[in-house]
T-cell receptor
Framework: SQTIHQWPATLVQPVGSPLSLECTVE??????LYWYRQAAGRGLQLLFYSVGIGQISSEVPQNLSASRPQDRQFILSSKKLLLSDSGFYLC???????????FGPGTRLTVL | AQSVSQHNHHVILSEAASLELGCNYSYGGTVNLFWYVQYPGQHLQLLLKYFSGDPLVKGIKGFEAEFIKSKFSFNLRKPSVQWSDTAEYFCAVFSGTYKYIFGTGTRLKVLA
């Protein structure tokens, strides 16, 4: 069966520091991968999605970037964190049809 | 812009009470509709989904939802809640691109 992992589970970082969140999927090949963020009091918002290695689409202009160095690995990064980057980050995957997505456990990021 | 509204942010019920969580969306085209649930300490998981056909959809754990196209609504219901239903519930719309649009979520607390 397919499983999705995210780490770390929680992270506290100072403003201006870099960020790297990792997501890996097991038990499937060539998944579509997604990064979502939930800021306080707001719904989950799609940040990036990827349909293949090296292919990244950005949904919202921001201080973050994403990379997909391997088929089942998706990384969310920032060179310099802002206070507004605080939130709950979720990675998800789907098959070739993106209409049903499966979510990881999430990372709670607090930027101080 | 497409949006999803969940009217109840916090709901507290006693066991055996009936539950209805509201969800309205704004999108004029064909949509796929979802309810996701996140139990404490667990992944966001799919509760039920509507793509087409019978507008009354049954999901896991006794939940159901009704799609009313004229009202742009997809309300979640359960006749008798249990303590184990304590969780956060998210309504989402998939609009045919890669993007889910989520509501802000409803935190349900069921008192034993």
């Amino acid at each position: 069966s397919q499983t999705i992992h995210q780490w770390p589970a929680t992270l506290v970082q100072p403003v201006g520091s870099p960020l790297s969140l990792e997501c890996t999927v097991e038990g499937t090949s060539n998944p579509n991968l997604y990064w979502y963020r939930q800021a306080a009091g707001r719904g989950l918002q799609l940040l990036f999605y990827s349909v293949g290695i090296g292919q990244i689409s950005s949904e919202v202009p921001q201080n973050l970037s994403a990379s997909r160095p391997q088929d089942r690995q998706f990384i969310l990064s920032s060179k310099k964190l802002l206070l507004s980057d605080s939130g709950f980050y979720l990675c998800a995957w789907s098959g070739s049809s993106p209409d049903t997505q499966y979510f990881g456990p999430g990372t709670r990021l607090t930027v101080l | 812009a497409q949006s999803v509204s969940q009217h109840n942010h916090h709901v507290i019920l006693s066991e055996a009470a009936s539950l209805e969580l509201g969800c309205n969306y704004s999108y004029g085209g064909t949509v796929n509709l979802f309810w996701y649930v996140q139990y404490p300490g667990q992944h966001l998981q799919l509760l039920l989904k509507y793509f087409s056909g019978d507008p009354l959809v049954k999901g896991i754990k006794g939940f159901e939802a009704e799609f009313i196209k004229s009202k742009f609504s997809f309300n979640l219901r359960k006749p008798s809640v249990q303590w184990s239903d304590t969780a956060e519930y998210f309504c989402a719309v998939f609009s045919g691109t890669y993007k889910y649009i989520f509501g802000t979520g409803t935190r349900l607390k069921v008192l034993a």
